[in-house]
């Protein structure tokens, strides 16, 4: 009949609808105001473009612009197939001079990873067309890619785009950045903070990207902090690396860790403070709580963007022998595939903590173990509580966001890390990632 269609027909109508679905299902987990409005953060530029990459009619890559003066740190995955990006990164952050002004460049996409020689001349070529654009020397550009792994980068259309990029550099474009950075993100990520040090006005900037291939070490992401606080490098990147290790390296969400995971903060100096240059004066303990708060949102927000994701999950470990061999606990219980499946289930199997508390590796004396969902005891001294009953544990995970604690009752030591459900949307959207 004329008006039958093919099964490749419906197939292809079919696949281009779940693409729109997907590109317009923002997380249920979403912060419910959107994206805030940050504040601008003096010697900082921004702009972004479509290079059509992979992604058509969005855009996909980002440029900022540091001011002279600026510090810059930075930590990265430790995966041992690391991208040219994080390398180069790596490599520059060790010998960049403060007193150049500074680019990174972001694509997504295409996470220039696994591509043998090919990786390391989409970079350099991408960095030699911004250093002679900008007039930036090539050790203080830093590049960064994310989206499919092992496929060759086109830097070409990325190059083609560096003059547009720098003629729309502006310090009003931090959400258009941010969006320009997502992957499978159903949400821009933004966070920040505004303080007084000694009486002078501090301003916190950041923003992420970070949905899937989510574990320590330290997740899919691309996290951007600004500030106008004036530091020295090296006292910045002690205090990132400490705050790193109890926010972004204590989320999780599918336990895989990217090969491409950057995260910088650049502090341009142009606020009215004095320089920091002592790690544990007031000024720098100051600055680095509200740093912390700034991390922990960002790292918070890449959680509830999870892909797929229904329920926001906080574990908390407490007596544990150690603080890391709580961590260990904790995210043995937020990795694990049945406990995930059992919270997207709204099913209070707390059996199933007990199991990944014992798979963990770590000391723990089955009788001395309790455990709550929410401030509801479930279990303790090795069995099921007497003031437990089923239907309170059915009602509580109901609840959107929810919290498992457990006490090993052997020492002091205690971690929190967060996670999300994993659902049938996850499947869907990681078996067909790279159509």
Not at 62 to 86: D, K, N, P, Q, Y
Not at 210 to 226: F, H, K, N, Q, R
Not at 387 to 416: C, F, H, P, W
Request: proline share 3%; net charge negative.
């Amino acid at each position: 009949m004329k008006n039958e269609k093919s099964i490749a027909q419906l197939e292809v109508e079919l696949s281009e609808l779940k693409h729109k679905y997907m590109a317009k299902d923002i997380s249920p987990l979403a912060p419910k105001n959107g994206f805030p409005k940050l504040p601008i953060i003096k010697g900082i530029r921004l702009a972004s473009v479509a290079a059509n990459i992979k992604y058509a009619d969005r855009d996909d890559v980002m440029l900022m612009e540091c001011a002279a003066g600026s510090s810059i740190a930075g930590v990265f995955t430790r995966s041992s197939t690391r991208s040219a990006s994080v390398l180069d990164c790596q490599n520059k952050l060790v010998n960049r001079s403060d007193k150049t002004a500074a680019a990174i460049i972001v694509n997504s996409g295409n996470s220039n990873a696994f591509t043998g020689s090919h990786g390391e001349v989409s970079v350099q070529n991408i960095c030699a067309s911004i250093s002679n654009e900008m007039n930036i020397p090539l050790n203080s550009i830093f590049s960064a890619s994310t989206g499919v792994i092992g496929e060759k980068l086109p830097h070409e259309k990325i190059i083609n785009k560096i003059e547009e990029l720098n003629s729309k550099l502006s310090e009003h474009s931090l959400e258009s950045a941010a969006r320009a950075i997502m992957t499978t993100d159903t949400f821009p990520k933004g966070a920040y903070s505004s303080f007084s040090i000694n009486g002078s006005n501090v301003n916190i900037s950041g923003f992420a990207k970070g949905s899937g291939m989510i574990a320590p070490d330290m997740a899919t992401m691309l996290v951007y902090i600004m500030t106008d606080v004036s530091i020295k490098r090296n006292i910045l990147q002690n205090i990132l690396t400490k705050l790193n290790e109890k926010t972004f390296n204590c989320i999780t969400v599918d336990s895989d860790t990217s090969t491409s995971d950057s995260l910088m903060v650049i502090a341009t100096g142009q606020s009215k403070t004095e320089t920091i240059v002592d790690e544990f004066s007031d000024e720098a303990l100051k600055f680095t709580e509200e740093l912390n708060s700034v991390m922990l949102s960002l790292a918070k927000q890449v959680v509830r963007d999870g892909e797929g994701a229904t329920k926001f999950l906080e574990v908390e470990v407490r007596g544990a022998v150690s603080d890391i061999s709580a961590k260990t606990v904790a995210l043995a219980i937020a990795n694990s595939p049945l406990i995930k499946t059992a919270v997207a289930g709204e099913d209070p199997n707390w059996g199933r903590v007990v199991m990944g508390v014992g798979k963990s590796g770590e000391p723990a004396d089955r009788d001395k173990i309790s455990i709550w969902f929410g401030n509801i005891l479930v279990a303790e001294q090795g069995w099921v509580a007497s003031s437990y009953r089923e239907d309170l544990g059915q009602n509580y995970m109901k609840n959107q966001e929810l919290k498992i604690i457990v006490d090993l009752a052997i020492g002091d030591g205690s971690a929190t890390v967060w996670t999300c459900d994993l659902t049938h949307q996850y499947i869907a959207i990681n078996a067909d990632y790279r159509s």
